[in-house]
């Protein structure tokens, strides 16, 4: 059964979506005005694995993940760069999608972007007019929250706390948000029944997720951040304006930390993915993401990123030794030794579902992907034997559930483990010319190279050293 942690109820519970098998999933995107830094990948990568195994638990997904390009960020920027906001917008655009790539997150179904949307938003907002939630004042639109009864539902917070960080003598109450802002100089605008103007960060999402996914969504998420103000009032208006429940689980990644302080542009503390993929692996950062649990502050340091990456080598060598470990000899052996491992790759396999089940535990998963590696490597590193099937049970097992993970990311077969394959060949025939010397000389240059080579019985085998 799986469970997830809803921020709307403050409770794990079970999920059942509106539509039996299927998912309706809304991601609040990146504002495109600059690079994504890591504290940006952690909420997209984990959103990946959610529609992953979500996908993987037999559900049907609709993902949804907006790109924010309109926004007094990206007004600024534009400016700096001497770039209008539409050719701004492309190029962090392009950025984000190439990074997500690196990163190996599937593609959402669908990205719309604000500015395509704007219409629909001023038909919403007319609505919220004449509902008596908004009102006109001085060319600007704004929301008056004290006109919707459950305002502050999601954050919990008090009623006193609940302000909104844009002061204007326009509002009839500080906490009042704006749904459409009155054109500043020289900032792009459209036209509108109450002059020219551009739309407010919240409503643009409101608008795109239940244009997509219908008045209700199952799933919404985002960064710990968004909770308040931008969820808070997504919910008040978009609920006001259909008169449903927008969405049932409402779900919020932690923060990534450095220092023990969020990672964030204003404390300018960031790294971008560009930046730490200079220096590491895109697995190696995927791997430290998924090493705790969402909902938990994470500390992003070189200790963490290095433990991530012993991790991946020793799924590596499990992968690789097990991939090559098809021999048998001793039959008492191979039976005890089949039937350990036979029991850890059902015990896997159970115990990696239910943990990710339970509000997707991804650091249990990965630690008991951990065991069954171990297991792998006890057997194929002492050269023992075990019963080929099984260990190509286990193989397959392995990439299956870090698939899910999206890890295992080289390709198992690359190029170089061809032309290891073939070397050893070559030393293989000088074996058997009894040319010692040259198969010798064959296995110590592969270890300077890090590779191990393994004379057993029936069989060569070599794996990558850590
Ligand atoms: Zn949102
Ligand atoms: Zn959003």
Not at 33 to 54: K, N, P, T
Not at 205 to 220: A, E, P
Not at 240 to 263: D, Q
């Amino acid at each position: 059964m799986l469970k997830l942690y809803n921020d709307l109820t403050g409770k794990k519970e079970e999920f059942i979506p509106l539509e039996k098998n299927k998912v309706k999933m809304y991601v609040c995107g990146p504002t495109v005005y600059d690079y994504s830094h890591v504290g940006h990948a952690r909420s997209y990568v984990f959103f990946d694995i959610m529609y992953r195994y979500l996908k993987f638990r037999g559900f049907d997904v609709i993902y949804i993940q907006n790109l924010t390009d309109i926004d007094d960020k990206i007004i600024k920027r534009a400016r700096e760069e001497n770039l209008t906001i539409f050719e701004l917008a492309d190029k962090y655009t392009d950025l984000y999608f190439r990074d997500m790539k690196k990163l190996r997150a599937l593609s959402a179904d669908y990205f719309p972007r604000a500015t395509q949307h704007i219409p629909d938003m001023i038909e919403a907002i007319k609505i919220l007019i004449q509902k008596g939630y908004a009102y006109e004042s001085n060319g600007n639109v704004y929301f008056a929250v004290d006109s919707f009864q459950d305002y502050g539902k999601l954050s919990r917070k008090p009623f006193e706390e609940l302000i909104d960080s844009e002061d204007s003598p326009d509002k009839r109450n500080p906490k009042d948000f704006a749904l459409w802002k009155r054109k500043k100089e020289d900032e792009p605008f459209w036209e509108s029944p109450w002059g020219l103007g551009r739309p407010g960060w919240h409503i643009e999402c409101s608008i795109m997720s239940t244009k997509y996914l219908g008045s209700t969504l199952d799933i919404h998420g985002g960064g710990q951040d968004l909770v308040f103000p931008h969820h808070e009032n997504e919910i008040a208006q978009t609920e006001a304006y259909t008169g449903k429940k927008f969405v049932k689980y409402w779900i919020h990644n932690g923060f990534l930390t450095v220092n023990k302080e969020k990672m964030s542009k204003s404390l300018k503390n960031f790294f971008t993915i560009q930046e730490v993929l200079e220096k590491r692996s895109p697995e190696n950062l995927r791997c430290f993401l998924i090493s705790t649990h969402y909902r938990k502050p994470m500390e992003f340091c070189e200790e963490n990123l290095d433990h991530a990456q012993r991790v991946l080598e020793r799924f590596y060598v499990a992968l690789e030794s097990s991939r090559n470990a098809h021999f048998t000899e001793n039959k008492n052996l191979l039976k005890k030794l089949t039937a350990e491992l036979e029991k850890t790759i059902q015990q896997t396999e159970s115990e990696f579902i239910l943990a990710m089940d339970d509000d997707f535990n991804t650091p249990l998963a990965l630690s008991h992907l951990q065991t069954l590696a171990r297991e792998i490597n006890k057997i194929t590193q002492t050269s023992e034997i075990v019963d080929p099937e099984i260990m190509e049970r286990a193989h397959k097992l392995l990439l299956e559930l870090g698939s899910i993970l999206g890890i295992y990311m080289e390709n198992k077969e690359s190029f170089s483990d061809k032309l290891v394959d073939m070397v050893l060949a070559i030393r293989q025939q000088a074996r058997q010319n009894k040319d010692y010397a040259l198969s010798d000389k064959i296995r110590d240059e592969l270890n300077k190279l890090n590779i191990e080579v393994k004379d057993l019985p029936n069989k060569t085998i070599w794996y990558k050293k850590i």
